[in-house]
């Protein structure tokens, strides 16, 4: 037994420095060595009655893990992780631990909490890959080569989290899988969202492999309502089941005068041009982006951080988060806000845009911006920003991003006749189980909730494979 | 992988592919496009279904050879593949009940236009067609065009041809002539349609026209090919790319089609130097 660690704080995981890591691509945090991650580990409690597993979504057996990465066991920790995650090196990077498992440590009573986000990365990293079985393009005979005890297959639409999550669980199961994806490359929001330097893309590919080691199959490039509709996978197209897990695409704006400018983007686009098609290494790669001197992210978000950080990495001089609310209020995980400040990400709280200037070619170059202060709890528990008296300016800016939020996007529902759905397009489903009012028909994750977390929509993917499994059993 | 079952050179700057993809041919219907990736480092290009056959598994597209992609795509042979390619995307044209139309086609637009002049002429609608080049050498489609038309006029700028003018030249001939049009269906360059919706209004006939903004996804989900319709924000490869042309402000298509005018030529310059070792053709 490895004598417990009573240090009051986590033990620090190594990053790249800022001034360095805020011009390059890479990974920002390291991770753990052994020993490190090993006296982190010795701070745990082991508690019989966990509470940090009750405040993971999926359920993740915290404190096993963690009593084996104490004795050196790093291989038995990753398998153990991964019994109940289906992407756990993902987990470890992107969950804000700090409102979920960790926000119930014992140990945070008195100190910092166990690092168990850092420690489930470390667990994760360790986890040797398996063999892949393949995936490809649309145009190929579909055959999921299930483990499977059981026969009836099970269609998934999208390979995002919550997609990938469900897949992995009903492979677990014995069941057929096949996932569609509408890009050519799986993954979703992890790969088009969340950039390198925060979730390399080589972790996603690996996760990806290991679902696809347990036999799942993954068609790229089929658009489910476009290239085939949903109904055409039940029934005749042979499947039994279909959870759909379309995410939240559709991005906001914020219905202010000049935002269709050249220089304005939807966090959507400018992440997407960056992190799925490379745009920093055009013209070597052939999608462009162009950024200016000076960048202003509306929003306070992960995806707000994401879309600063990038921007910096991309060139930018001088980098604003604009934010209606105040410090306090940001959405975004501490790590984030805390890795943006220290890039050198200017935060302008308490800040409304209210109209965008162009020039004569039709690009922005600048902000007016509304200074705000905050009145009383809207219906989120967060005081509302109200217009504070004066206070107007004029922000010098040669791009944009707007990263106010998603909406679920409506194909699927535009084009599945009496698939229920809410009047801001969330699709209707069963908190519990995913089911929407088509029996066979489950969803979950964003294309559910609207925009939320990784761990979120994993969890409904945990969830609805359970209760997939228990419909078809019947 | 998608394989190119046929190339064809219609004339030296457009080149038509068609590609072996069942899942798009059995549900592509006129209007709708796909996009296309040739290569790993390749950027993801929309393009019209110029053509697509349920049976065989057929889907063309015609293209100009504009920028780097799409020369990256002329060089492929017949036999070669392309990476990705992905499809029917965007709504189909709504092209029911309509008993007389012009459709008007301009540069590569024609190609576009071909599959509506199409459908309407099978639908039963009496239907003229308007296409124009810059001159007589760069037509393309005349038999194609011919065959689904109830009269089919070509246009040249510099009248090569024996018919000098601008499509709109056409069109306003047989408006004042007193013909009468249910819709007049125009695809082509902007200014093209614009000329086309400037003409038309007068007249009071429905216009629609096919936006070719810049995209990524195609799937509603970058936000890139936002064109003001009405007043109203709209993405063009989901609520598009067929919008009531007398509603689009084509000034902002305009300079929106010219975002990335400055790295296209950066991307064009700088892979002419690669291939040619510094010589620009």
Redesign the interface.
């Known amino acids: 037994m490895t004598k417990r660690n009573m240090s009051l704080e986590k033990t620090p995981m190594p990053e790249q420095a800022p001034d360095a890591r805020a011009r390059n691509f890479k990974e920002v945090a390291l991770g753990y060595a052994d020993d490190q991650a090993e006296a982190e580990a010795a701070r745990c409690l082991g508690c019989k009655n966990p509470p940090c597993v009750a405040g993971c979504p999926v359920n993740v057996k915290i404190p096993e893990f963690i009593a084996l990465v104490a004795g050196g066991d790093f291989s038995g920790a990753a398998e153990t992780v991964a019994s109940s995650n289906s992407l756990p090196a993902i987990c470890g990077r992107v969950c804000p631990q700090e409102k979920q498992c960790e926000s119930f440590c014992v140990r945070g009573k008195k100190g910092e909490s166990v690092a168990i986000g850092r420690l489930e990365r470390f667990a994760a990293d360790r986890m040797p890959a398996r063999a892949a079985a393949g995936s490809g393009g649309a145009e190929r005979s579909f055959a999921p080569a299930g483990r499977g005890a059981k026969e009836r297959r099970v269609a998934v639409v999208g390979s995002g989290p919550s997609g990938l999550t469900c897949a992995g669980e009903l492979a677990k199961l014995g069941y057929a899988v096949t996932v569609f994806e509408a890009l050519h490359t799986p993954g979703g929001v992890l790969v088009y969202g969340i950039p390198e330097f925060r979730l390399p893309k080589d972790i996603v590919r690996r996760e990806i492999a290991n679902l696809e080691a347990l036999g799942v199959e993954i068609i790229t490039n089929v658009v489910v309502g476009r290239t085939l509709p949903l109904d055409g996978l039940l029934g005749d197209g042979g499947y039994s089941a279909v959870y759909v897990a379309s995410g939240a695409g559709l991005p906001k704006f914020q219905q202010i005068p000049g935002e269709n400018l050249n220089g304005v983007y939807s966090a959507n686009e400018f992440l997407t041009r960056i992190n799925l098609m490379r745009a920093y290494e055009f013209p070597k790669c052939d999608t462009p982006l162009r950024v200016g001197n000076t960048v202003a992210v509306v929003g306070g978000g992960n995806v707000a951080m994401d879309a600063a950080r990038c921007a910096l990495r991309v060139g930018a001089r001088r980098v604003y988060i604009v934010y209606r609310r105040g410090e306090a209020e940001l959405p975004a995980r501490l790590e984030e806000i805390h890795h943006a400040r220290e890039e050198g990400v200017v935060f302008k709280f308490l800040t409304a845009p209210t109209r965008l200037e162009g020039d004569e070619n039709g690009f922005v170059r600048s902000m007016e911006c509304q200074e705000m202060e905050l009145g009383e709890p809207d219906a989120s528990g967060r005081r509302r920003p109200v217009v504070k008296p004066g206070g107007v300016y004029t922000l010098d800016v040669s791009t944009v991003v707007v990263a106010i939020g998603n909406t679920p996007n409506p194909l699927i529902v535009s084009t599945t006749p009496g698939l229920a759905s809410e009047s801001w397009g969330g699709i209707i489903a069963d908190d519990e189980t995913g089911a929407t009012n088509r029996p066979g028909v489950y969803a979950g994750g964003d294309a559910v909730t609207g925009a939320a977390t990784v761990i979120l929509a994993m969890g409904a993917g945990k969830k609805a494979a359970a209760a997939i499994d228990a419909y078809l059993a019947k | 992988?998608?394989r190119i079952i046929k190339k064809k050179v219609l004339n030296p700057a457009t080149v038509m592919l068609e590609f072996?993809?069942?899942?798009?041919a059995r549900?592509a219907l006129p209007g709708q496009f796909v996009i296309l990736?040739v290569d790993e480092?390749?950027?993801?290009v929309p393009f019209t279904i110029a053509d697509s056959d349920s049976r065989t598994g057929a889907v063309s597209v015609i293209f100009q050879i504009a920028g780097?992609?799409t020369q990256?795509l002329a060089a492929l042979s017949q036999g070669e593949s392309v990476?990705?390619?992905?499809?029917?995307?965007g709504r189909a044209s709504e092209l029911d009940g309509y008993d007389s139309a012009a459709v008007i086609g301009g540069g590569l637009g024609i190609a576009i236009a071909y599959p509506q002049a199409r459908a309407l002429y099978e639908r039963g609608a009496k239907t003229d067609v308007i296409v124009g080049f810059r001159t007589q050498e760069l037509t393309i489609l005349r038999e194609e065009l011919s065959a689904v038309s109830s009269e089919l006029t070509i246009m040249t700028d510099d009248g090569s041809n024996g018919n000098k003018g601008f499509v709109t030249t056409a069109l306003e001939r047989k408006l004042e002539a007193g013909e009468k049009y249910d819709v007049v269906v125009a695809i082509g360059p902007l200014p093209m349609m614009k000329a086309v919706c400037d003409l038309t209004r007068g007249y009071g006939i429905r216009t629609i026209v096919s936006m070719n903004s810049v995209m990524?996804?195609g799937?509603?989900?970058?936000?890139?090919c936002?064109v003001?319709v009405d007043g109203e924000?709209k993405f063009a490869c989901?609520d598009g790319p067929d919008f009531d042309g007398h509603l689009i402000d084509f000034e902002?298509a305009a300079?929106?089609a010219?975002?990335?005018a400055?790295?296209?030529r950066?991307?064009r310059e700088?892979?002419v130097c690669n291939i040619t070792g510094g010589v620009r053709s």
């Open positions: 992988m998608y072996d993809a069942p899942l798009i549900r990736r480092s390749g950027e993801r780097y992609s990256k990476l990705d390619l992905v499809g029917p995307l990524i996804d799937t509603g989900m970058c936000g890139c936002r003001t924000r989901v902002e300079y929106r010219r975002m990335f400055e790295e296209e950066v991307s700088t892979h």
